[in-house]
């Protein structure tokens, strides 16, 4: 293997065959959990169950879940120095290649609050998050993405709905349409909410498709959602999963679609489930899986994440993944 890292200028990427480069955002996270989301009169008191801290983020999420599993992985992500050392800590517990991360030397982290209740559900709070964009100079000097899935999430594709942010994502598209890899798409709110046509301009060069519910029913601007997972078949993306909360997964190809229930097991909070799906079904994809079965996997790491607080509160691995689905 050569040698890579990041210079602070730009990626470098070595010449490496990774199972899976994750381009995404990495934050670090405040936990609290509430019995049930508040609506607040003046001087309400909430009780409050418990408060944690940790590191998560879309990207963050997808490496170290696809890595406990057993991917050869790496991260590319935007990381403000007051944040590096708990995010290097992490990805080296999980065994994820942190060497491709790109400092932010000036801009801070943003705060992220996440209120959780005991059904699971949770809102988040969150400062400006501009110190975890990508922008032309970060990418400029990227020659390659080397892996046989580069996964790509909603924050990198745009979210902010900045220019600078948009121009650094088409050219990371370009580089892993470049590289011959396999592109994951994972979609998110604020991308399909803000720029909606240039969500359905990138779609159709994804090889798998991420969306939740809200976003797949607010893209495709369908009545249902098998009708949403249809169209964006029908947009030439090879493979969608829809993710349907404590309803499972929706996921399709041109030949089947398929709805998998959610596994039933105790829920701390739902935070970082849809990343769980993600993870797991392109481990499930490496392996040479189809579709249905393959996300079957990504349905069971989901379910382990939501037994823990935070995006990465659940203590699991692969023998967890496993028996689960022996389970099942």
Not at 14 to 26: A, E, F, K, P, R
């Amino acid at each position: 293997m050569s040698s890579s890292g990041s210079t602070g200028t730009g990626l470098i990427v070595c010449d490496h065959l990774y199972d899976l480069i994750v381009v995404g955002v990495t934050c670090t996270e405040e936990i609290i959990a509430v019995p049930s989301l508040p609506a607040l009169d003046s001087h309400g008191e909430v009780e409050i169950r418990g408060r944690w801290r940790g590191v998560g983020g879309n990207g963050l999420n997808v490496a170290v879940h696809a890595a406990r599993l057993g991917a050869d992985a790496a991260l590319i992500s935007k990381i403000p120095r007051n944040i590096w050392p708990e995010v290097t800590a992490a990805l080296k517990n999980s065994g994820v290649d942190a060497s491709l991360l790109v400092p932010e030397y000036d801009l801070p982290a943003p705060d992220v609050m996440l209120v959780t209740d005991d059904q699971g559900e949770y809102c988040v709070f969150v400062s400006d998050r501009t110190g975890l964009a990508f922008f032309p100079e970060d990418v400029d000097h990227e020659t390659g993405l080397p892996a046989r899935y580069v996964h790509i999430d909603g924050f990198t594709l745009g979210a902010l709905d900045l220019e600078p942010q948009a121009e650094a994502a088409c050219r990371l598209l370009d580089l892993a349409s470049g590289s011959g890899t396999a592109l994951s798409v994972d979609l998110n709110r604020a991308i399909c909410d803000k720029q909606p046509e240039r969500v359905r301009r990138v779609v159709p060069h994804a090889d798998v498709l991420f969306a939740n519910a809200y976003e797949a029913l607010a893209l495709t601007e369908a009545s249902t959602l098998e009708e949403a997972v249809f169209i964006l078949v029908d947009w030439g993306v090879p493979a969608v999963v829809v993710k349907n909360g404590s309803a499972g997964l929706i996921c399709a190809t041109r030949q089947r679609l398929d709805c998998l229930p959610a596994f039933d097991l105790p829920v701390a909070d739902s935070v970082g489930a849809g990343d769980g799906v993600a993870a797991g079904t392109l481990w499930g994809l490496l392996r040479g899986l189809d579709l249905h079965d393959a996300a079957g996997i990504g349905a069971a790491v989901a379910a382990l994440v939501c037994t823990g607080h935070g995006s990465q509160g659940a203590d699991f691995d692969r023998a967890d993944v496993d028996r689960l689905l022996d389970q099942a």
